[in-house]
């Protein structure tokens, strides 16, 4: 029998110099995630916390007293969110206020001391923000109305779905601004681990910055001239606390990427992911053309622009369903 050349290898050649990069970038994350939080304005930690109140909110039979282990840290941290003048997200911050609001509404019955100090604190704040905006339902639980006309979405979105191919091949025509963001907002929409989304895009559409971006990836031989705008896709390790979340950021930005590519074909644009290898030397070529913060990994990029007309496109044909599910 063969036995894997793993066995019998050097520990140093076991750990391979491929993840030192990996793990440098882990460990800033988590140092910057508890650096933020002394700071007490931890964004993650308030995302991840208020996802935890709005599941137990929702949770059935729902306790009369719950979340006492990170509630006071939650306030805390909110509070410090809430005095802040720059980097807000007003939208965010109101979903921070209307959960809390609802969370010390449903528990006024808990006697645990730790709710009890935490609420205290809550409504001596003087909160400032507007309180009747339209969306203000729509931002603690709420009841879901049905979908309506759903088979006609799902074949809409089935079209977007199949019509959409990676395109190589670009006119010089711009892309506007405004159209990566709409298809942004819909990558946004994705499932994200604890709603973190820690996770920011890179757009560029400068000429030779674009160029020369581009080319720093392996993928991009014989294009990388001609794509109009080159989106990298970066996730944050800050928002995690433990090495056994660091896989987190790439299902997190390839969701995201999903909801962006599918959003871009339905504004009529055409993009292809890029692959981003993971090494050394591409790492450092890139952060001479963008800044990135230690903690920061490249998910993959995404060139976007309008596909020349009449270009052959690969098939690409995808697997058959019956070969991907399997029922037990
Ligand atoms: C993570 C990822 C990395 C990719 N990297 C490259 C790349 O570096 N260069 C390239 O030309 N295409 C790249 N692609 C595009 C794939 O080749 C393409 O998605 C696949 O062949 C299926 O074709 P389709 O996208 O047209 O359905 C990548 C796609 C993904 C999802």
């Known amino acids: 029998m063969t036995l894997p050349k793993v066995i019998g290898a050097t520990a140093a050649s076991v750990i391979s110099q491929a993840f030192v990069g990996e793990q440098r970038a882990v460990q800033a994350g988590k140092r910057m995630h508890f650096d933020t939080e002394m700071s007490e304005n931890n964004r993650m930690f308030l995302r991840r916390s208020i996802h935890r109140l709005e599941k137990g909110l929702v949770s ?10 990170f509630i006071e840290r939650t306030v805390k941290t909110a509070a410090s969110y809430l005095q802040a003048q720059d980097d807000r997200d007003e939208p965010e911050l109101q979903w921070f206020k209307d959960v809390l609001d609802m969370y010390f509404r449903e528990t006024s019955n808990s006697g645990d001391p730790r ?5 205290q604190r809550w409504l001596s704040l003087t909160v400032s923000l507007a309180s009747s905006s339209p969306e203000i339902e729509k931002s603690h639980p709420f009841i879901q109305s049905e979908l309506s006309n759903a088979s006609e979405k799902y074949t ?6 199949r019509h959409r191919r990676s ?58 001239e001609q794509i109009p705008t080159i989106c990298v896709v970066v996730g944050q390790l800050r928002g995690y ?9 790439y299902v997190d930005g390839g969701l995201f ?24 030397q591409k790492e450092a070529a890139m ?9 920061e990994r490249i998910i993959m990029l995404v060139a976007v622009g ?9 098939r690409s044909r995808k697997r058959s369903t019956g070969m991907v599910v399997g029922w037990q």
């Open 257 to 280: 990427v999903t909801g962006f590519i599918l959003g871009l074909e339905g504004l009529g644009l055409n993009s292809c992911c890029i692959n981003w290898p993971d090494l050394e």
């Open 60 to 69: 059935k039979p729902r306790r009369d007293s719950f979340a006492g282990d």
């Open 115 to 119: 709710v009890i100090a935490a609420r």
């Open 241 to 249: 606390e433990h090495e056994r979340d660091r896989h987190a950021i």
């Open 167 to 224: 395109i190589r091949q670009f006119e010089t025509k711009p892309v506007p601004r405004n159209l990566i963001e709409q298809a942004v907002e819909i990558g946004l929409t994705a499932p994200s681990a604890c709603n973190r989304q820690s996770l920011r895009v890179i757009a560029v559409d400068d000429p030779a910055l674009r160029v020369a971006i581009s080319k720093v990836p392996m993928g991009t031989a014989g294009f990388a």
């Open 306 to 314: 309008y596909g020349l007309p009449n270009q052959l496109v690969p």
């Open 287 to 295: 952060k001479k053309l963008v800044s990135l913060d230690d903690d």
């Open 156 to 161: 809409a979105l089935r079209e977007i779905a």
